[in-house]
């Protein structure tokens, strides 16, 4: 009996040495692996033409490490002793460990997409907005976290109908408790389905007038032309007027020129005419849409509207270009001998007859 109880225990000593073994030499695995084999991989993977293969790699470089820790579980499992690894909660338990695996890569892998679907639109010229893109890589996130949990509960037994009956129950309850949360997630569809704006683009509402950064679900942010990052409610925004000034072809320049009433025809003439060549021969001034004409007699002055517009609507440019011709209409006015208009007023003293009898009589007393 003796000899039996010593075989035994040196059998299980052994099994046990065997799953150590194989579960240190899965761990020496995963340290190959995660320093050598798989820089080896993104290193050949980097060279194909397209980054959608380094992206999944890239994704799936931690899940692949825990795959490791799991398969030497598994197989280490088989010879300890007095475990059972046709456990139904054991197996449950790999089977769940390698689904949560899958779905960390793919939700690691939706982080990146945004920048899948920005190359889409520079390779293949697909309209795939870019104020689109964060609600689709958010969207993908959630159904793959959705599906996961499903599967995972199905695992272990859970009905999943009852599960989902519960979610809508508690939805509904939900949705009137957070009636302006759900307010701004529908103003975020609204403003994603109509695409009144972009990011990046230049908007001016009567809450805000900046630059998009970003857009959520429940709020957009906007920079303003002081640097202050402002958060602005989707459901404001989507019930505000809202201008986008990135979507100007061209920009306008008006304004009225007003020169003296000293002015004779003639020059006035001359310095329309000059208005308008240099107007119409400026290259970034846009042909289409230019007015330079006498336009009224106002009260300090002739008054000259010019009404056109430039070709380019950034700001920098715009004003670079309203500069010239500023400058170029003062050369013109100096070369003409026309000086501008300066609002002034004359002042009439009227001397009634009393005062001037009574200024006569103390003339005449000597007074």
Same mark, same amino acid.
């Given at each position: 009996?003796?000899?039996?109880?010593?075989?035994?225990?040196?059998?299980?000593?052994?099994?046990?040495?065997?799953?150590?073994?194989?579960?240190?030499?899965?761990?020496?695995?995963?340290?190959?692996?995660?320093?050598?084999?798989?820089?080896?991989?993104?290193?050949?993977?980097?060279?194909?033409?397209?980054?959608?293969?380094?992206?999944?790699?890239?994704?799936?470089?931690?899940?692949?490490?825990?795959?490791?820790?799991?398969?030497?579980?598994?197989?280490?499992?088989?010879?300890?002793?007095?475990?059972?690894?046709?456990?139904?909660?054991?197996?449950?338990?790999?089977?769940?460990?390698?689904?949560?695996?899958?779905?960390?890569?793919?939700?690691?892998?939706?982080?990146?997409?945004?920048?899948?679907?920005?190359?889409?639109?520079?390779?293949?010229?697909?309209?795939?907005?870019?104020?689109?893109?964060?609600?689709?890589?958010?969207?993908?996130?959630?159904?793959?976290?959705?599906?996961?949990?499903?599967?995972?509960?199905?695992?272990?037994?859970?009905?999943?109908?009852?599960?989902?009956?519960?979610?809508?129950?508690?939805?509904?309850?939900?949705?009137?408790?957070?009636?302006?949360?759900?307010?701004?997630?529908?103003?975020?569809?609204?403003?994603?389905?109509?695409?009144?704006?972009?990011?990046?683009?230049?908007?001016?509402?009567?809450?805000?007038?900046?630059?998009? +950064?970003? =857009?959520? #679900?429940?709020?957009? @942010?906007?920079?303003?032309?002081?640097?202050?990052?402002?958060? &602005? $409610?989707?459901?404001?925004?989507?019930?505000?007027?809202?201008?986008?000034?990135?979507?100007?072809?061209?920009?306008?320049?008006?304004?009225?020129?007003?020169?003296?009433?000293?002015?004779?025809?003639?020059?006035?003439?001359?310095?329309?005419?000059?208005?308008?060549?240099?107007?119409?021969?400026?290259?970034?001034?846009?042909?289409?849409?230019?007015?330079?004409?006498?336009?009224?007699?106002?009260?300090?002055?002739?008054?000259?509207?010019?009404?056109?517009?430039?070709?380019?609507?950034?700001?920098?440019?715009?004003?670079?270009?309203? +500069?010239? =011709?500023? #400058?170029?209409?003062? @050369?013109?006015?100096?070369?003409?001998?026309?000086?501008?208009? &300066? $609002?002034?007023?004359?002042?009439?003293?009227?001397?009634?007859?009393?005062?001037?009898?009574?200024?006569?009589?103390?003339?005449?007393?000597?007074?």
């Amino acid at each position: 009996m003796f000899i039996l109880g010593t075989w035994v225990s040196y059998e299980v000593l052994e099994n046990i040495a065997i799953s150590m073994g194989i579960f240190i030499l899965f761990m020496i695995f995963r340290k190959i692996f995660s320093r050598y084999v798989f820089k080896f991989l993104l290193w050949v993977v980097k060279k194909a033409p397209s980054d959608f293969f380094s992206q999944v790699m890239l994704a799936f470089e931690k899940p692949l490490q825990w795959v490791f820790l799991i398969l030497g579980v598994s197989l280490s499992a088989e010879y300890l002793p007095y475990f059972n690894e046709n456990n139904p909660l054991y197996l449950s338990l790999i089977r769940s460990s390698l689904i949560f695996l899958i779905g960390w890569g793919l939700v690691n892998l939706s982080s990146s997409s945004s920048i899948f679907f920005k190359n889409l639109n520079n390779k293949y010229s697909m309209e795939i907005d870019e104020i689109l893109i964060p609600f689709l890589s958010k969207a993908l996130k959630v159904i793959i976290v959705a599906i996961c949990f499903s599967i995972i509960a199905q695992e272990f037994g859970y009905n999943i109908s009852g599960f989902v009956a519960g979610l809508g129950i508690g939805g509904l309850a939900i949705s009137l408790a957070a009636k302006d949360a759900l307010g701004n997630l529908v103003g975020g569809v609204v403003i994603i389905s109509e695409r009144p704006f972009s990011i990046g683009d230049w908007i001016m509402t009567p809450s805000v007038e900046g630059t998009v +950064e970003d =857009i959520s #679900f429940r709020s957009t @942010k906007v920079r303003t032309f002081a640097q202050a990052l402002v958060t &602005v $409610p989707n459901s404001t925004l989507a019930n505000e007027n809202i201008t986008n000034w990135s979507k100007m072809g061209k920009r306008q320049i008006s304004f009225n020129l007003r020169v003296s009433y000293d002015t004779p025809r003639g020059k006035l003439e001359d310095v329309v005419k000059q208005l308008k060549y240099l107007v119409t021969q400026h290259e970034e001034i846009d042909p289409e849409t230019i007015f330079t004409t006498f336009d009224k007699y106002s009260e300090n002055g002739y008054e000259i509207f010019l009404y056109f517009f430039t070709k380019t609507t950034v700001w920098g440019e715009f004003l670079r270009i309203k +500069e010239e =011709i500023n #400058f170029e209409i003062m @050369k013109i006015l100096e070369n003409e001998g026309v000086s501008i208009a &300066v $609002p002034a007023r004359k002042l009439y003293a009227e001397t009634r007859k009393e005062d001037q009898f009574r200024a006569g009589s103390v003339y005449e007393n000597g007074e």
